[in-house]
């Protein structure tokens, strides 16, 4: 097993005395497609910051291949590629001026992967980056981010503004960087949907916390639906143990329960005495009903 | 050949595993045929190559699939002959789990849904069976 | 070092314009240092005397033109470095930071270097006046140093969008020509070299340095900002402002404030009248830059009030006049104070202080007008307009001899010339008022300008 390429331990971020994040820790290892998701101001941006050695941290200790993020050397950056959240183009540019000068900067650009992207994601590299729509540019950024094939690559938010065809083609590429098991990348979106494509790991990030951190088919494990079934009315005295939400209707009552396990069944077996049938769901809603 | 729904709350993982194994049980995926590659299988389907990397290795640890050295993965011979009832039969879980579930919500009894569970098996045949199963043209 | 050629590249041919100027500029400046070399410049004496007055002009102003054609090729220096510089990619790119602040001086060295060569070029027949080194390292501490300041000007005017690129491209292309007067001085290094390393050493420990002082400082920084917007009038939202604050002329004192400063500081350098006028000049129209994003900005304001575009107009007109009492009411205060001071005749300043003015509705109109952006029209009419208000101001600053029937002429031809300003302004307003009534948002989409708007 390779080491991991990132490493953090008890991250803490606080701006003007005011934390955004507090004691998070994670790993990434090689192969990770890594899902983050949080409300707004959760601290998303700030995490990847932190990774990128953008902000040193208030407290605690983030390495990036070995090295500490905010004194990475240039030979560790050249393994790192990073997708902003507000695009960073030159507006006088076109584009294809604008990935001349992005790969100018690394020693090794796959001219032919950003030659065939470029066909299939139908960016004119002879449109000038003030002229393209807003869709356009986040295309042109993130393709900038692909060029020199980066180890790691982060990602804020880079779908927001692609039509549906657009941001299928991503993933795709996604797919592609992943395959072969060496490369990682850790994105965070509001579109859950395309996290629960592909993520293997989701971490999710709440009140400046890792809410949850670890596999995806573990959370899907742990946070389930359950459908109880009654022989007598469940009234809403009830406690259900671990319940995130609970609704009551007559014989029947809906909850979702977090933590799901064979002891937890038992218990709850025995406080209502009603049968159960478990349901997965779906991303967005185990985010919705951490949220509630 | 596979429909995969990544937002219908079963994990994909699961959602392929049955699948094959289904496919596999029927017939539809005779013994020595090559499946997709991981990266073609996880293309195709815009889902993590690590998904199809761990159904495939579950699969071949329990001897539906095999590797071949520089080939694709292919469905292990006398795959039929040697599959035990009891894994067949756990094939079966998810459309029974939903089976239950809907008669349930319909408030059912059991004996009312294995009549009608043992008239549809009656009417229909095998053909009828292979011809609904038919894969889809691609993967 | 391949990230740094390909900047330094990209500076010089990133828009079509630009590409357009950087051949041109090589050529004029190439042969017009060889030009210089046959035949020597016929202001220094002895040369081409024979030579009919047309070429001999050519040959002289040649090689400067090639050089100020070179300098506005780069002139988009600043605004990459901006952009990258202060991003979040440059910290990802590996090397990024050096790589920016090597092609940014050896961008403004190689003009400087160039430079400095035309005025060996131009001396080199006149060995002993002054030796050829000399010249070479004072042109080109002096150059260098200019160049970098015109740089930062391109830079703010740049911010200010639209018209007054052009504008500040002429006060730009004066700038250059000033500091060769400063060469010619005896001894000592002068001042402008001072300020120009002063500005490279700022520039590179920030662009450097500058997140890990920011780092360092964030909390004594943070405590100073606490201690200022307590202090400081705030920008305060008070109701009945709305139309100001959505059109951005909510503070008209900083752009006060921002003029004052220049000229103060002109006035020290400059103690010719004409120069300083001249300065002058180009500010009085710098307070009219807002307007060029007036038709973006306003369409925040079409939606929310039950104004026709006409309405519109005559309010936004109303807003941007009131905005720009302000600094013009400054530099006139400025210019009557400091001239006096200055010894400066009663008569010329009674002439400077309508110019200014003139200098400030024109430019306001012209600005207005820009309602599909900045095209050839718009942007010739500002060449003409700028060039007159140069005129005029050369005018009024006179001769150095100034004999009493120079006098009278020139007084004549002021008024002739600023009636003539104040035509161009009536008509400027015409067309503005014309263009807004069919103003079209789509097309005068200004990016930032409308993003910032909202």
Redesign the interface.
């Known amino acids: 097993m390779q080491q991991p390429y990132v490493v953090a331990r008890d991250l803490t971020k606080a701006f003007d005395d005011k934390p955004v994040l507090s004691g998070v820790s994670f790993e990434v290892q090689a192969g990770d497609v890594i899902g983050v998701l949080g409300k707004n101001g959760a601290g998303k941006t700030t995490l990847l910051e932190l990774v990128l050695g953008f902000t040193p941290a208030s407290e605690g200790r983030v390495e990036v291949f070995g090295h500490e993020s905010y004194r990475l050397p240039g030979a560790v950056k050249a393994r790192v590629g990073f997708v902003p959240q507000q695009d960073e183009l030159v507006n006088q540019l076109t584009a294809g001026h604008q990935l001349k000068l992005i790969r100018s900067f690394y020693k090794t650009w796959d001219d032919a992967l950003i030659a065939r992207l470029v066909a299939v994601w139908d960016i004119d590299l002879g449109e000038r980056v003030k002229n393209m729509s807003v869709g356009q540019r986040q295309k042109l950024s993130i393709l900038l981010a692909l060029g020199h094939r980066p180890d790691l690559l982060l990602l804020d938010e880079p779908v927001a503004s692609l039509d549906p065809l657009a941001r299928r083609q991503f993933l795709e590429q996604i797919v592609e960087i992943v395959a072969d098991g060496n490369r990682s990348v850790v994105f965070s979106s509001h579109i859950v949907a395309d996290i629960e494509r592909l993520a293997n790991r989701i971490w999710i990030l709440k009140d400046g916390r890792l809410h949850w951190q670890g596999d995806f088919d573990d959370l899907r494990e742990s946070i389930v639906r359950l459908h109880l079934r009654g022989t007598q009315p469940l009234h809403s005295q009830v406690q259900i143990p671990n319940a995130l939400a609970v609704d009551f209707t007559h014989n029947h009552a809906t909850a979702i329960v977090h933590g799901w396990s064979a002891e937890l069944e038992a218990q709850i077996t025995a406080i209502t005495g009603a049968e159960i049938e478990v349901e997965g769901l779906t991303l967005e809603d185990i985010f919705l009903a951490m949220h509630r | 050949m596979f429909v995969l729904k990544p937002h219908s709350g079963v994990p994909l993982h699961r959602q392929l595993d049955e699948q094959i194994r289904r496919l596999v049980a029927s017939g539809q995926l005779a013994p020595g045929t090559a499946l997709p590659s991981i990266r073609e299988l996880a293309l195709a389907h815009t889902i993590n190559p690590m998904t199809v990397s761990k159904v495939y290795t579950r699969l071949e640890a329990e001897g539906v699939l095999e590797r071949n050295r520089g080939k694709p993965m292919t469905v292990a011979a006398q795959r039929r002959a040697q599959a035990p009832h009891s894994a067949r039969l756990a094939a079966l879980d998810a459309p029974l789990e939903h089976l239950v579930l809907a008669a349930r919500q319909l408030e059912l009894d059991a004996d009312a849904v294995i009549e009608a569970l043992r008239k549809k098996w009656e009417t229909s045949d095998a053909a009828t069976v292979r011809g609904r199963a038919r894969p889809h043209k691609g993967v | 070092m391949?990230?740094v050629?390909?900047?330094i590249w990209?500076y010089f041919t990133?828009?079509r314009l630009m590409r357009g100027l950087v051949v041109p500029g090589l050529v004029l400046s190439g042969a017009g240092m060889v030009g210089y070399l046959y035949y020597p410049p016929w202001t220094l004496g002895t040369g081409m005397r024979s030579s009919p007055l047309w070429l001999q002009s050519v040959v002289l102003v040649a090689p400067w033109l090639g050089l100020i054609l070179l300098f506005f090729a780069s002139s988009?220096l600043p605004?990459?470095i901006e952009?990258?510089a202060f991003?979040?990619?440059v910290?990802?790119?590996?090397?990024?930071r050096v790589?920016l602040l090597i092609s940014a001086v050896a961008t403004a060295g190689f003009i400087a270097v160039l430079t400095a060569l035309t005025g060996v070029f131009a001396f080199y027949y006149y060995p002993n006046e002054i030796k050829p080194e000399r010249i070479f390292s004072r042109a080109l501490l002096v150059v260098f140093s200019d160049v970098s300041l015109m740089y930062v000007a391109l830079w703010i005017v740049g911010k200010a969008r639209g018209i007054w690129l052009l504008i500040g491209s002429l006060l730009i292309a004066f700038g250059i020509l000033t500091p060769l007067s400063l060469i010619g001085l005896p001894s000592g290094v002068p001042a402008i070299v001072w300020v120009g390393i002063g500005g490279w050493v700022a520039f590179a420990l920030l662009l450097l340095f500058g997140?890990r002082l920011k780092?360092r400082l964030a909390r004594p920084l943070?405590g100073f900002a606490r201690l200022a917007r307590r202090v400081l009038p705030r920008a305060a939202y008070a109701s009945g402002t709305e139309f100001p604050l959505l059109l951005g002329t909510n503070q008209p004192w900083l752009v006060a404030l921002g003029q004052a400063i220049p000229v103060v500081v002109a006035a020290w350098l400059f103690r010719q009248h004409t120069v300083w006028l001249f300065f002058l000049t180009l500010f009085s129209a710098i307070g009219g830059a807002i307007t060029s994003t007036a038709a973006a900005r306003s369409r925040v304001l079409w939606l929310r009030n039950a104004w026709t575009r006409a309405e519109l107009f005559r309010r936004v007109e109303t807003a941007y006049w009131r905005y720009n009492a302000y600094p013009l009411g400054v530099l006139l205060l400025l210019y009557v104070a400091i001239g006096s001071y200055l010894e400066i005749s009663t008569a010329r300043l009674a002439f400077g202080v309508p110019l200014l003015a003139l200098g400030s509705v024109a430019s306001l109109y012209l600005g207005l007008m820009m309602t599909r952006g900045l095209r050839w029209f718009e942007g010739a009419l500002g060449v003409v307009t700028m060039g007159l208000l140069m005129w005029t101001a050369v005018t009024i600053g006179g001769t150095p001899s100034g004999s009493l029937i120079g006098e009278t002429l020139d007084r004549i031809n002021v008024i002739e010339l600023e009636v003539a300003l104040a035509a161009l302004a009536l008509i400027y307003r015409t067309i503005a008022s014309a263009r807004w009534n069919t103003l079209d948002w789509m097309v005068c989409r200004n990016?930032?300008a409308t993003r910032a708007a909202g």
């Open positions: 391949k990230a050629l390909r900047l990209t990133a828009t988009l605004v990459i952009r990258v991003g979040r990619m910290l990802i790119l590996p090397r990024a790589a997140g780092q943070a990016g930032p």
